[in-house]
T-cell receptor, first 114, second 112 residues
């Protein structure tokens, strides 16, 4: 079965700790994305990557970092510099960069910082 | 203001039609989308419409686009309890690498 996996589904961390969220896809998609979702808010773009070894900042990149060393993997690190990290994080991928290409989403990781 | 706006809640009775509305600000939007999110899950693309179209129908779903008013709507015919979810409107632009900009989402509640 092709798809996007995110792990873990729930993650708890103490304030001040860095944490890395996993995103893996076996769809052979070129582009991958990270979004943050807060209650009553739309999705806000954190980072995206359209090709291996390259990535771009989204609208709310401060306090986050990413890497794209492999086509199938796009991990997101939430650093201690992120002031309000508790949120639902969604990873997505897309075959190409056209508007008609469907963006597929993973099931999400809910991060709670205590 | 927000690029994409939609009302936060809609409540309908099972079997009725639901109409979810969305307005967007960028007149150069080339693709407009409707996504569905069930509780605790990721988003699923329901349908999209290219900006040179006025209407698109797909089974129980009808999308209407009014370019003059920058208004997009999603009509769900014969709404079922399984349609209860959050529905997101999104737009993408050619100059923005076609990365969707999402609205806040409309929570659709279907009563038996």
């Amino acid at each position: 079965d092709g798809g996007i996996t995110q792990s873990p589904k729930y993650l708890f961390r103490k304030e001040g700790q860095n944490v890395t969220l996993s995103c893996e896809q076996n769809l052979n998609h070129d582009a991958m994305y990270w979004y943050r979702q807060d209650p009553g808010q739309g999705l806000r773009l954190i980072y995206y990557s359209q090709i291996v070894n390259d990535f771009q900042k989204g609208d709310i990149a401060e306090g986050y970092s990413v890497s794209r060393e492999k086509k199938e993997s796009f991990p997101l690190t939430v650093t201690s510099a992120q002031k309000n990290p508790t949120a639902f994080y969604l990873c997505a991928s897309k075959q190409g960069t056209g508007g008609y290409n469907e963006q597929f989403f993973g099931p999400g990781t809910r991060l709670t910082v205590l | 203001g927000e690029d994409v706006e939609q009302s936060l809640f809609l409540s309908v009775r099972e079997g009725d039609s639901s109409v979810i509305n969305c307005t967007y600000t960028d007149s150069s939007s080339t693709y407009l989308y409707w996504y569905k999110q069930e509780p605790g899950a990721g988003l699923q693309l329901l349908t999209y419409i290219f900006s040179n179209m006025d209407m698109k129908q797909d089974q129980r779903l009808t999308v209407l686009l009014n370019k003059k008013d920058k208004h997009l709507s999603l009509r769900i015919a014969d709404t079922q309890t399984g349609d209860s979810a959050i529905y997101f409107c999104a737009e993408s632009l050619s100059g923005g690498s076609y990365i969707p900009t999402f609205g806040r989402g409309t929570s659709l509640i279907v009563h038996p």
